[in-house]
């Protein structure tokens, strides 16, 4: 047989059980494709989950996220408010029952996260005594890290600790124990969860300043001998604003230093942004006004499409460096329980997820299953 038939066949059968796997339905079928299995071969695909979501109080969520995804992070019930309540008292219950979902799902935990200067508990708030914050820092790492090693597949070390210009945040941790804190947070995490990926998460990195922060942040680290197996780009974008060609350069140049690049906390916001507000510092607030809320009573069709174009065009760019990235993870199931609709503006109606309120898949889900039909084809 003439060798370019053979190819050509040998080209279709691959796609063909590429295709097959990704059991495509359409609303109305009675199924739809899993994006855990569709994009298995290429990335992990994962969500944000509540605690009402890991104790399971809705059995069609339940059915949702075991379909759809095989790794979870924990909205908030692994910060440090939660987990370490008093200064000498943890309460690990609720992180428990997030590793006990995850096993019963066959899913992997993001455990967020080691060290942020949000969401702290009430004791440290305010503390001045440097040999206090550093008794903290070394307990906590140490006690939590240690605890879940091997039974979290990774761990945000440190959160969000750079300015918009790549410094370092004036955080309690810096200015209690100096500017290798973070440093000393990767050194302490890999001593105490030695079979646990170790991740530096941040929102903005993909572009500027901040990302060359972010980079000479991953190159001391490993200038100190210390393990850093990863990059987390949080993804709080904007629905036909994506900033395509900086997401394009930040996955380059992680990927460079030798680690991998997560997408970690993925939604596309379709409300107006409030005047001079950007990025995703919790502590942000804007006043409520109507034009900021224009969707109350559904999204109309033009702007779904544009959400789902967004999302087609982002996970096109995911496809191309599928080799560099290793896990893409929306920040929640579906749109009711998103963050964006009491952020930065309380009382809005968002819609930036694939799912909606009534956890159907929307365009965009489509879009996105399509980028690894066409990469299966290509």
């Not at 609709?341 to 889900?365: I, S």
Request: proline share 4%; charged share 20%; hydrophobic share 40%.
């Amino acid at each position: 047989m003439n060798k370019s038939i053979v190819t050509a066949v040998l080209v279709l059968f691959c796609c063909g059980l590429r295709a097959q796997s990704l059991n495509v339905e359409r609303p109305g079928s009675g199924s739809i494709p899993s994006l855990k299995e569709v994009f298995r071969d290429d990335f992990l695909i994962g969500a944000a989950l509540n605690m009402s979501e890991v104790e399971e109080r809705d059995p069609a969520v339940s059915a949702l996220i075991a379909s759809q995804f095989n790794t979870l992070t924990p909205e908030n019930n692994m910060k440090a408010a939660f987990l370490h309540p008093g200064w000498d008292r943890y309460d690990f219950v609720q992180a428990d029952e997030v590793v006990g979902f995850a096993m019963r799902h066959h899913m992997k935990v993001n455990g967020h996260c080691l060290i942020w200067h949000s969401q702290l508990p009430a004791y440290m708030r305010g503390m001045q005594d440097a040999d206090s914050v550093r008794r903290y820092f070394t307990d906590h790492i140490t006690t939590v890290a240690g605890r879940y090693d091997g039974k979290v597949y990774s761990w945000d070390v440190v959160n969000e600790a750079l300015n918009e210009d790549g410094t370092l945040r004036k955080s309690i941790f810096q200015r209690s124990l100096g500017d290798n804190y973070i440093v000393e947070a990767f050194r302490l995490a890999q001593k105490a969860a030695p079979h646990t990926q170790l991740y530096y998460n941040d929102y903005n990195i993909e572009r500027g300043s901040k990302r060359e922060g972010a980079v000479a942040l991953v190159k001391k680290i490993q200038a100190a001998g210390v393990r850093i197996d990863g990059v987390g780009i949080q993804g709080h974008w904007s629905a036909g604003r994506v900033p395509l060609e900086d997401i394009e350069k930040s996955i380059q140049e992680f990927a460079a230093l030798g680690v991998k690049v997560m997408f970690t906390e993925l939604d596309l916001s379709v409300l107006p942004s409030p005047r001079g507000h950007g990025g995703a510092d919790v502590s942000d607030r804007a006043a409520y006004e109507d034009q900021l809320n224009p969707y109350v009573n559904g999204l109309p069709d033009s702007v779904q499409a544009v959400l789902a174009q967004s999302y087609a065009q982002l996970f096109g760019l995911f496809m191309k460096y599928r080799d560099k990235i290793g896990r893409v993870t929306f920040w929640g199931v579906d749109d009711g329980q998103s963050w964006l609709n009491g952020f930065p503006v309380r009382g809005r109606t968002n819609y930036p997820l694939l799912f909606d309120r009534q956890l159907r898949p929307k365009p965009a889900f489509y879009k996105v299953i399509g980028t690894a039909e066409r990469a299966g084809v290509m």
